[in-house]
């Protein structure tokens, strides 16, 4: 089935090391996003790339990183600059028909020791 | 001021009632307005999107945009249990083409 895969869903990181988050759709879209939520709170924008090898900053960039070397993949890499890593971060993508409908993936969830 | 604001809530209703969420945008030239459906622990869905001023029907829900205003809305009639949830206002900037969302308004339908 068509879809959006995250991974891992929980994940542990020690202070100080960087975590990798994957992200790979296989609905063909062009644009894909990275967002952060926090308990009780709306999702705000790390990062976005609406083509291959090409990715624009969001409003939280800082502490993070990406890459868009394939159509289908969009990992995240939080680092340890990150001062407050712990979070439910969301992917998504979008086929761009309908600018602004976003699919999500079922998330991650990295919780900072 | 924040660029997407909604009422956190939580609101609650009694099950056959009408819900109304509201959310206000503070860009000006934005042009696309998105209400996501989230249950706690799981990743949003689209429920309803519009471009035009005036209403938009879908089953039971209706969203309602004014421009002049900034406000967009969404309205659920007859509710149910099931439509508990919190519901995400996003709003598309078409200068920088990000989408951006509101805090998000928590809604309790009581049987």
């Known amino acids: 089935d068509g879809g959006i895969t995250q991974s891992p869903k929980y994940l542990f990181r020690k202070e100080g090391q960087n975590v990798t988050l994957s992200c790979e759709q296989n609905?063909?879209?062009?644009?894909m996003y990275w967002y952060r939520q926090d308990p009780g709170q709306g999702l705000r924008l790390i990062y976005y790339?609406?083509?291959?090898?090409?990715?624009q900053k969001g409003d939280i960039a800082e502490g993070y990183s990406v890459s868009r070397e394939k159509k289908e993949s969009f990992p995240l890499t939080v680092t340890s600059a990150q001062k407050n890593p712990t979070a439910f971060y969301l992917c998504?993508?979008?086929?761009?028909?309908?600018?602004?409908?976003?699919?999500f993936g079922e998330g991650s969830r990295l919780t900072v020791l | 001021q924040k660029e997407v604001e909604q009422n956190s809530g939580p609101l609650s209703v009694p099950e056959g009632a009408i819900a109304s969420l509201n959310c206000t945008y503070s860009?000006?030239?934005?042009?696309?307005f998105f209400w996501y459906r989230q249950y706690s622990g799981k990743s949003p869905e689209l429920i309803m999107f519009?471009?035009?001023?005036g209403d938009k029907e879908d089953g039971r829900f209706t969203a309602q945009l004014n421009k002049a205003s900034q406000y967009v809305s969404l309205l659920i009639r007859d509710s149910q249990p099931s439509d508990s949830a919190t519901y995400l206002c996003?709003?598309?900037?078409?200068?920088?083409?990000?989408?951006?969302f509101g805090p998000g308004t928590s809604l309790s339908v009581i049987p």
């Open positions: 860009d000006r030239g934005s042009q696309s």
């Open positions: 519009i471009y035009s001023n």
């Open positions: 790339s609406q083509i291959v090898n090409d990715f």
């Open positions: 998504a993508s979008s086929p761009g028909l309908v600018a602004g409908e976003l699919f």
């Open positions: 609905l063909n879209h062009d644009a």
């Open positions: 996003a709003v598309m900037k078409t200068s920088y083409d990000k989408v951006i």
